[in-house]
């Protein structure tokens, strides 16, 4: 407040310095008012002894008021503040002074220049007010000595004008007849006549005039004659028949005849234009059905030239239509300058004449459009996207001006119907495009997947071309969703429209595009599932079923929230679920993989069929190795579980017995006690197998397969061995034939066990496909199984599926002693736990006294168990066998586990840590060690024993 009432006080000063109160008072009300507001205050700080700015001010009051009411540090401090406020106050003192100075020398010489010029001005008024009354008294005398002529000047002045008329009026015959046969100058004779037509009208009753009139009309009838003729024409420009319709209107004709005149005029010029956008179409059209013409496509416009054009002629034309057509007969208040020939808006119906031009605008419109939407169709397959977006804003941005320019008729709807129109068709181009290229992928993995070699766990072929496809379908949709997003541009003007930006980004992107390209994989992936396209390999149904699966597992969720984010889609009603895609993708993978095992297994059951037809199983001779069909059965399931192994997980068996390899079907009939290893009668023989199959639980051969390579696995052991079963009900058995399948059943459940999930499934199949030879044998007689081991080939390592994958190369002599001695402790410990339980029984009952017995030997019991446990902790360390395999990269190692059970794990031959010289190789103890782990295994090699020296020491990496 004392900041404003300082600066309002040297306002003052200043203003009273110069005498402008009057100008402020004028030229800035709202100081004025300020000031009014502040004079209150003023006047009370004005006033006051103890105001140091006031100009009553007392020193000696205001020393003493602040020696009563300061401290000395505030009174230092209030001095050193009046010292700066007088210091800056003399600044600013000489800042004002400095800053006028120029000022007040210059207003000096101003005033002094005034006052000469005041004194020139006034002796120049004094002479010029002389010369003014001189002026007066000559213009008095004037009017005294021509007051007697000047009413005949005024009367001779009159009648010399009208013999003029009168001239005029004879010779416009002769002038209208000279502008309209010789000069050709239309205008000047509408202008004459039309001046000359009232004072005709007037003095018609007069002979001469009426001469003179009837001769008029005669000369304009033949003008209405040449002007018509004008705008028939198709050679006269436009200007001109605008000139000759405005003439005509001027001379009287009716409205709704010029009109009509003007509009077959201007249709003939739209047409034209609407002709060379239709030829240019109809070459485009024809150079793109004969591929040899190339010349028509050269000739032909691209889509910007043909938007061009018909925006800078055919819609100029229309627009310059609209705009003239309303000049002429719209907005013309009086069409007429004749008073006989003028006809009034209501007289000629001024609606429809403007329902005339709509309608032309209308029609012709429609027509204009249709020809673009043939351009944009053919346009679809040779443009590229920037330019058909660039070509429809264009079009449309020319659209909205023209639209402005016709009232009643309304161009932005079907505009905006033609954007939306050409991007669906952008649309479906795009989805065919896609559509294209899947298929393209399809039978690119056809083409892969028959030139694929036999499969190795160290290649990934099939994952390969899995990911390679799903990545190419999966870029391809982000590729098009990014071409399509040019469409909703900020620089594009109609993509903020709501009428075309909902369906554009929800029905047609999203639905139209992305989700009717998802239902077409999926649809193409179910008929590939039902056989009726022609024969397809297995790995690419494999292939198709794992694609499915991660598209509805990651791609679907992805490409719709893509889809969603990229185009703004928040009204989710009407769109189609994320789960309902979830499940079609779901569903045709769940065909293609049983599909696939009812193909795989088809392909086995045909080889066994062959081999079990083909044989005669009478005159067989005694049986000395497994059929060769047999061990191809078991290559073809080894290169099955690799191929499925590669798209699917491993999936869950059952706990299998302590040793489910030595578990043979020789063995579970001795423990059923069939007739394996007796002779009984047939009818027994047939009641027993009977009864077991009322107790056995049903086998369903073509149940639904899971994703996993166990179930699929499963599923095709079933089908084989449904077949063999099969095969071998319509067969009669001699006894070699008999043994010939006991001997492959053998074989089979050697290998087959470790590619289903239940090990029982198999034994029951087996089972019962030996028990049906024997119901069918002349003379049943089985082997022993002493002879039948000799007759089948040693089994692979229980963990690894890959026949002759590995080749053994190291083998501890002593694994099994080893191994009794591990499970030692378990018998140890039952056997321990049993005797405790009974020694403090037979305490408690009193039957023994002796306490300290028992514990002395329930102690050495447990110390014994503790010792057969710290061995454990050693047996597991040691080396049973080491496998390679046949690239030599991969080394499987067999080793006890804690429960002495075999345990095999697989490494890289680079991770192993090789020896540090020869001399190692003499040691007891060898320690096999992996690179980055504390941790070794124990290699005894003085009891054990190398198959292959070569490959052990490169194992070692010891040369």
């Not at 929800?506 to 009717?516: H, M, N, Q, S, T």
């Not at 070794?936 to 990496?957: D, G, T």
Request: net charge neutral; with cysteine; hydrophobic share 40%.
């Amino acid at each position: 407040m004392s900041d404003d009432i300082d600066r309002l006080k040297k306002k003052n000063l200043l203003l009273s310095y110069y005498s402008q109160n009057d100008a402020l008072g004028a030229g800035d009300s709202s100081v004025k008012t300020s000031n009014s507001n502040y004079n209150s205050d003023v006047q009370i700080h004005l006033k006051d002894p103890f105001d140091i700015n006031s100009t009553s001010f007392e020193p000696d009051l205001f020393i003493k008021k602040l020696i009563k009411e300061k401290t000395l540090p505030e009174i230092m401090d209030f001095e050193n503040e009046v010292v700066k406020e007088t210091r800056r106050l003399d600044s600013e003192m000489q800042t004002l002074v400095s800053e006028n100075y120029n000022k007040f020398i210059s207003a000096t010489d101003t005033i002094r220049k005034m006052r000469s010029d005041f004194k020139k001005m006034e002796d120049e008024m004094e002479n010029l007010v002389s010369k003014m009354s001189d002026i007066t008294e000559f213009n008095e005398k004037i009017n005294l000595t021509f007051r007697d002529k000047r009413d005949e000047i005024s009367r001779l002045s009159n009648i010399n004008n009208l013999l003029k008329k009168l001239q005029f009026l004879f010779d416009l015959p002769s002038k209208l007849n000279d502008f309209v046969e010789k000069d050709h100058s239309y205008s000047k004779a509408v202008m004459y006549f039309c001046k000359a037509k009232k004072t005709l009208d007037h003095y018609k009753q007069m002979p001469t005039f009426k001469n003179i009139d009837d001769d008029c009309l005669i000369i304009i009838e033949k003008l209405k004659l040449k002007l018509y003729e004008r705008i028939d024409s198709n050679e006269e420009k436009q200007e001109i028949i605008l000139e000759s319709v405005d003439l005509l209107s001027q001379l009287g004709e009716p409205m709704n005849i010029l009109s009509s005149k003007y509009m077959s005029r201007i249709e003939k010029s739209l047409d034209n234009d609407l002709n060379i956008l239709k030829l240019d179409i109809d070459l485009l059209s024809i150079g793109q059905k004969n591929k040899n013409e190339v010349d028509l496509n050269k000739n032909a416009m691209d889509i910007l030239e043909f938007v061009d054009h018909g925006c800078n002629n055919f819609l100029a034309n229309l627009s310059s239509v609209i705009q003239s057509y309303s000049i002429l007969f719209i907005h013309k208040k009086n069409f007429s300058l004749i008073s006989d020939f003028s006809y009034s808006i209501e007289d000629q119906n001024p609606d429809s004449i403007t329902e005339k031009l709509n309608t032309l605008v209308r029609t012709y419109w429609l027509k204009y459009c249709d020809l673009v939407k043939k351009r944009f169709e053919v346009e679809q397959n040779l443009g590229e996207n920037t330019i058909i977006v660039r070509a429809v804003d264009r079009f449309y941005r020319r659209i909205q001006t023209i639209n402005k320019q016709i009232p009643n008729v309304d161009l932005s709807v079907e505009a905006s119907n033609i954007a939306l129109y050409v991007t669906q068709l952008r649309v479906n181009f795009y989805l065919e495009i896609l559509k294209s290229h899947f298929n393209e992928c399809l039978i690119d993995l056809r083409h892969q997947v028959a030139l694929l070699g036999p499969s190795n766990q160290s290649d990934k072929k099939l994952q390969n071309l899995n990911d390679v496809t799903f990545k190419s379908v999966t870029e391809q949709i982000k590729n098009v969703l990014t071409n399509l997003q040019a469409y909703i541009a900020s620089d594009v003007s109609f993509s903020a429209k709501v009428y075309f930006n909902e369906p554009f980004c929800k029905d047609y992107v999203r639905e139209g595009l992305l989700v009717a390209y998802l239902k077409f994989i999926a649809d193409t992936a179910i008929e590939y599932s039902d056989g009726s396209h022609d024969p397809v390999p297995s790995p690419l149904l494999l292939i198709l079923s794992r694609l499915c699966l991660e598209f509805e597992s990651v791609a679907i969720d992805y490409l719709l929230t893509l889809a969603d984010e990229q185009f703004f889609i928040s009204n989710k009603n009407g769109v189609t679920n994320k789960k309902d895609l979830s499940l079609l993708f779901q569903e045709a993978a769940k065909l293609l993989i049983n599909h696939y095992v009812k193909v795989r297994g088809l392909n086995i059951s045909q080889m066994i069929r062959k081999s079990v037809e083909t044989r005669d199983w009478l005159n067989t001779i005694e049986p000395r190795n497994v059929r060769a069909v047999m061990k191809r059965i078991v290559e073809d399931l080894t290169s099955i579980d690799l191929q499925v192994g590669e798209l699917f997980e491993t999936g869950i068996r059952k706990e299998k017995g302590s040793d489910s390899s030595r578990n043979t079907l020789m063995t579970r009939q001795t423990q059923r006690s069939t007739a394996w290893s007796f002779t009984p009668t047939n009818a027994d023989s047939k009641l027993m197998n009977n009864i077991q199959k009322l107790f056995a639980e049903k086998i369903e051969i073509f149940s639904q397969v899971d994703f996993n390579k166990v179930s699929i696995l499963t599923g095709i052991v079933k089908i084989t061995l449904k077949t063999f079963l099969e095969c071998i009900r319509l067969k009669t058995f001699s006894k070699y034939g008999l043994q010939q399948i006991q001997v492959d059943c053998h074989y089979l459940q050697l290998y087959l066990w470790r590619f289903v999930n239940d090990e029982n499934l198999v034994f029951v199949l087996l089972e019962e496909i030996l028990n049906s030879a024997m119901n069918r044998c002349t003379e049943p007689q089985l082997m022993e199984s002493r002879v039948l081991n000799l007759k089948t080939p040693p089994k692979l390592p229980e963990n690894t599926l890959y026949r002759n994958e590995y080749e053994c190369i190291f083998q501890f002599r002593y694994i099994k002693q080893l191994r009794f001695a591990s499970r030692l402790k378990i018998y140890q410990t039952g056997f321990s736990i049993l005797f405790a339980i009974g020694s403090v029984v037979l305490y408690e009952m009193n039957y023994t006294d002796n306490i300290q017995t028992l514990l002395a030997i329930n102690g050495s019991m447990l110390f014994a168990l503790i010792m057969l446990l710290i061995i454990s902790r050693q047996t597991v360390k040691v080396v049973g066998r080491l496998y390679v395999n046949k690239d030599q990269n991969k080394v499987l190692v067999s080793h006890l586990n804690f429960l002495g059970k075999r345990r095999d794990f697989e490494i890289k031959l680079q991770d192993i840590e090789p020896l540090s010289s020869l001399n190692e190789l003499k040691e007891t103890f060898l320690k096999f060690k992996v690179k980055g782990s504390d941790g070794y295994m124990l290699m005894v090699l003085p009891y054990s024993q190398v198959f292959n020296k070569n490959a052990f020491l490169n194992v070692l990496k010891a040369k």
